[in-house]
């Protein structure tokens, strides 16, 4: 009989496998066997503490085991689904086509995990951004470079547990499937990614990096297929447009090809990086977390109101025991974002910090109409650029001297490579975003005590939250809303939010396509 058990306990008990086993010895009777099936770290009250569910069994076969299995079919002669990007939308949308009978062939703009690390190198070393191959750009799409976080809110989406089941398969820890806020790390998610490739390929599915989309083939108001930018063509019975939300000249495409697109609203700010043992006193109420409790993380929102306009203020992407890395995907603008390693293990905690821009926001920029978002997302990251001498090195500020309005006369040890140079953000952001971050970090000084400190520093900027761009489709059938066979996807199109998010949204939009082109 299948029985679940739930326990609050210790976390040197509950984070440690001999212990853990040692506390279940006496509750197992019988034939039964015991199997963690989830954790969450409670915080809140002056103990830390970790809820548990125990799983218990009888038999050989565990009702909890992932029960996905990679593909099996050869799609090699199938009919061929385009789909440009490799980002999860893309990678996961190419494996539901396998399992459903298509073949899938993706382009990538840029390389594949192991190449792409050779233009991240050049980034952080050498100042010198590849714009197809990037930390936004690549095999594995910006999620691979920036954290591997799993956790998601889009559960009504599709099947969260799925996604991760794959993704285990593929390589990843099965404490991805236990924890409450899964996490694969930096350093591990290329390697998923790789083993995901292969499933593609082995299963005779073809992905072609170094392939930028130009152009989209429509004959009769159907998309037929894509154009490289060596000039070659490619056709297929649809077009999965997975591209993220950095890829401006796609949205450039679209434009140009009077495909419709829509301005769309996005958040931008900056990001704060603090020691992770002050992180860690805050949120666990104690001077050393010790050795069983991870790197701890936080999540802080307010609402800030100007000129009786209303904001939200939030957290965003916050990366216990990371670092802050360069994100820009051209030369000229600085752009920053968050990563962390397996293990969490960096001496820093950063996150994003960050502003709700509406389109009414946006009043000086309408003139660049379906652009206004991402006119004025732009105009701030080459602000940031020339502020700090036109190469990759980001403005910063210590958070006191940020609140203060005050140049820093010096700046603390910081994560991000490239290096800083203490400016007057101020100077650098929209006053009026200046003005809802400085609310918003008084704010979260109240609720949580000591992270107002000049030991944190405020690093520009944080404007790669979302796409400011959306790319409309029929809520029946998923097509463009103009252009059939055209699928608009994940986070480029404004449909996810992160890799969860993005790579149920692949799913779904490779269903959707089948369904309607080639099961019919």
Request: hydrophobic share 35%.
């Amino acid at each position: 009989m299948n029985k679940i058990l739930k326990y609050r306990l210790k976390p040197e008990i509950a984070l440690d496998e001999q212990r853990l086993e040692a506390f279940m010895v006496p509750k197992i009777h019988g034939g039964a066997q015991w199997k963690l099936l989830k954790r969450s770290i409670d915080a809140r009250g002056r103990k830390v503490s970790v809820d548990v569910e125990i799983g218990l069994y009888e038999g050989e076969g565990d009702p909890w085991a992932v029960s996905y299995q990679k593909p099996e079919t050869n799609v090699s002669n199938r009919p061929v689904v385009l789909i440009v990007g490799t980002g999860p939308a893309g990678l996961f949308a190419a494996l539901r086509c396998l399992e459903l009978g298509a073949k899938p062939v993706l382009f990538e703009r840029g390389k594949d995990v192991k190449e792409r690390r050779r233009d991240l190198a050049k980034i952080n070393k050498e100042h010198i951004v590849n714009p197809d191959s990037n930390y936004c750009f690549g095999e594995g799409g910006a999620g691979t470079y920036s954290d591997g976080k799993l956790y998601t809110r889009s559960k009504k989406r599709g099947d969260v547990r799925r996604i991760l089941e794959m993704l285990v398969v593929h390589g990843a820890s099965e404490d991805i499937l236990k924890d409450t806020h899964p996490h694969i790390g930096t350093n591990k998610l290329p390697k998923v990614i790789a083993d995901i490739r292969e499933t593609i390929l082995s299963r005779g599915g073809e992905i072609y990096f170094n392939s930028r989309v130009t152009d989209i083939v429509i004959e009769k108001g159907e998309a037929k297929g894509i154009v490289l930018a060596n000039g070659d063509t490619h056709e297929g019975v649809g077009v999965i447009l997975a591209t993220g939300h950095s890829a401006r000249d796609i949205f450039e495409l679209l434009e140009k090809k009077k495909i419709t697109i829509e301005s769309k609203p996005f958040a931008l700010g900056v990001r704060v990086e603090h020691p992770q043992t002050l992180i860690d006193s805050i949120q666990y109420h104690c001077d050393s977390r010790g050795e069983y409790l991870p790197a701890a993380p936080y999540a802080l929102t307010t609402q800030t109101r100007l000129n009786d306009v209303q904001r939200g203020v939030f957290s965003f992407c916050m990366c216990p025991g990371g670092f802050i890395v360069p994100s820009a995907t051209a030369p000229g603008e600085v752009v920053v974002n968050g990563m962390s390693p397996s293990r969490r293990d960096s001496k820093f905690a950063n996150s994003g910090i960050v502003v709700a821009i509406e389109n009414q926001d946006l009043k000086g920029y309408h003139k660049h109409g379906n652009f206004a978002a991402l006119a004025f997302q732009s105009e701030i990251e080459k602000k940031a650029c020339v502020a700090t001498g036109g190469q990759q090195k980001a403005p910063a500020q210590r958070l006191s001297d940020f609140i203060g309005n005050q140049l820093s006369q010096n700046l603390p040890d910081c994560s991000y490579q490239p290096g800083l140079v203490a400016t007057q953000l101020s100077d650098v952001l929209p006053e009026d975003i200046y003005r809802r971050l400085v609310l918003g970090f008084k704010d979260f000084g109240k609720k949580s005590k000591g992270y107002v400190t000049a030991e944190a520093v405020v690093v520009g900027v944080e404007s790669r939250t979302s796409s400011p761009v959306h790319v409309p489709r029929k809520s029946d059938t998923w097509e463009h809303i103009q252009l059939k066979r055209l699928f608009p996807c994940g986070e480029g199109a404004g449909y996810a939010g992160g890799i969860m998010s993005a790579a149920i949204d692949g799913e779904k939009i490779a269903e959707k396509l089948i369904e309607q082109y080639i099961n019919v």
